[in-house]
């Protein structure tokens, strides 16, 4: 049974950071491209940011590029996203998706999901 683990949410003050992490079991880790994605109340789910399986591309969203940075572990299972300058706009619950993928391209749609962790920037 694959699991994603999301962690490091919380509240932070504009301009702070945050290190989101997610733990992945149950499947071939290094297999798999990973994402970070995001959803507001009312708004629609973005991606934030992917990883290949082999941590060499990635790719951002146009709102958080230079500011979040995507990364893996392989031998831990665990992806992260490290997030600086954060913005009250980048408040959402924020997921960790994996994606059988051995491509340097993100993937189109991802097939297992974390439950999120929610993040959340005071003016």
């Known amino acids: 049974q694959v699991q994603l683990v999301e962690s490091g949410g919380g509240w932070v003050q504009a301009g702070e950071s945050l290190r989101l992490s997610c733990a992945a079991s149950?499947?071939?880790?290094?297999?798999?491209?990973m994402a970070w994605f995001r959803q507001a109340p009312g708004e629609e789910r973005e991606l934030v940011a992917a990883i290949d399986f082999r941590a060499e591309n990635t790719h951002y969203g146009d709102s958080v590029a230079g500011r979040f940075t995507i990364s893996r572990d392989n031998a831990r299972n665990m992806i992260y996203l490290q997030m600086n300058n954060l913005k009250p706009e980048d408040t959402a619950r924020y997921y960790c998706?994996?994606?059988?993928?051995?491509?340097?391209?993100?993937?189109?749609?991802?097939?297992?999901w974390g439950q999120g962790t929610q993040v959340t920037v005071l003016k």
């Open positions: 998706a994996a994606d059988l993928n051995r491509s340097s391209r993100p993937s189109f749609e991802y097939t297992y």
């Open positions: 149950g499947l071939t880790f290094e297999n798999y491209g």
